[in-house]
């Protein structure tokens, strides 16, 4: 099957997250000489599939094949792949089927390597991503199984295929901040004590602001609001309570020790509540590393460009794979249509993803 032809195929499978669509099957049956372990938890199903040609490092490819829904405003069906114009359409499109289907196939048409080739897959990463890659991981750890090198391939190219790369990611720290306040008559309101007004005085120090100045990979940390409510959608009555929720993508320097500290020295006179929850910590692979070197080269070598080393966007799978000491970078397509209607990718970009993969094998 060559890889266009795959890579529809893929993309003819629903598979809104945990459903993995029927997918983990094919792709075991597809790769055919492969030893196969599943893991599959709640409704989850998880892959790793494997094969060791020879004693040498152990390099494995991850990703998804769980995708969002499709949701309104599209223009053909979302899962049925369609080629126009140039580009092939359908859900996954960029996030990211093509970067199974291009994986897929350069390890299937891998004829010899000095090591362990593997594919470690999920149909919850773009879930609550529990029981998904987590639990391959324990798995793998538990068996010493777990590779010396991980390519997750997410879309990360910006404005032409090949000009970026991910050697790290932000992390992601949620919270809530609770002002607890004196409920009242807005006539009276000496006899309140409005959380609203207590809180309008700190914001203009807070709301945007940058935790630390970041560094030549990762943009500053920044403190930003995204909800506050309070009140009961009257006029009359000066609330007791006020919410108010926030995110920080934060780089290596801040963490959550940091942002305690940081509400502290504006709350600290007020009667407040703050619970954090960090979704992602943020992590950084070595330009040195092996992988980085190596696939560096391929890319060049493939489309002529050098990509620049990224760590900007959301998160990944890879920050799982990260906090096991793993060399973990991503590549993939470009980033340009991801979650939206009529998401698509070109054949030459999904072509080329594959050349890079097959050349990374080769010369890895």
């Not at 100045?213 to 909800?227: L, N, R």
């Not at 963490?255 to 600290?268: P, R, S």
């Not at 619970?275 to 943020?282: F, H, K, R, T, V």
Request: negative net charge; proline residues 4%.
């Amino acid at each position: 099957m060559d890889i266009i032809t795959l890579f529809k195929k893929l993309l003819a499978h629903k598979s809104e997250t945990p459903d993995d669509g029927g997918l983990l099957d094919f792709i075991e049956g597809y790769l055919d000489g492969f030893t196969v372990v599943r893991v599959d938890m709640e409704e989850v199903k998880n892959l790793f599939i494997y094969k060791k040609f020879s004693e040498g490092d152990h390099l494995c490819f991850a990703g998804h094949v769980d995708v969002v829904p499709a949701g309104d405003g599209w223009k053909m069906e979302p899962y049925t792949p369609i080629e126009k114009d140039g580009y092939i359409y359908g859900r996954g499109a960029q996030d990211m089927k093509s970067g199974v289907a291009a994986f897929m196939q350069a390890v299937k048409d891998a004829q010899d390597f000095k090591g362990t080739l593997s594919l470690l897959l999920t149909s919850d990463e773009e879930g609550p991503a529990k029981y998904g890659t987590v639990e391959l991981l324990k798995y793998l750890k538990a068996e010493a199984m777990l590779p010396d090198a991980v390519i997750v391939a997410e879309p990360t190219c910006e404005k032409r295929f090949g000009d970026a790369m991910k050697v790290g990611r932000r992390g992601s720290i949620n919270g809530i901040i609770e002002k607890h306040g004196v409920q009242g008559h807005a006539a009276y309101p000496e006899k309140a004590t409005n959380p609203i007004h207590k809180v309008a005085q700190v914001l203009p120090y807070m709301a945007g602001v940058h935790l630390d100045d970041g560094d030549g990979f990762f943009s500053p940390s920044q403190f930003v609001i995204t909800d506050i409510r309070a009140g009961m959608e009257v006029t009359n009555v000066t609330p007791g309570k006020l919410k108010m929720m926030f995110n920080v993508r934060n780089s290596t320097k801040t963490n959550k020790a940091d942002i305690e500290q940081f509400v502290h020295k504006y709350f600290k006179e007020m009667d407040y509540t703050l619970e954090l929850d960090q979704s992602a910590i943020p992590f950084m692979t070595d330009a040195n590393a092996k992988i980085v070197k190596k696939l560096d080269a391929a890319i060049e070598s493939v489309t002529g460009i050098r990509p620049k080393h990224s760590t900007a966007g959301g998160t990944s799978d890879a920050r799982f794979i990260a906090q096991y000491g793993i060399d973990v970078i991503e590549f993939g397509v470009r980033n340009d249509t991801i979650h939206a209607p009529n998401e698509r990718t070109t054949p030459e970009e999904v072509e080329g993803l594959y050349h890079v993969f097959s050349s990374l094998i080769k010369e890895y």
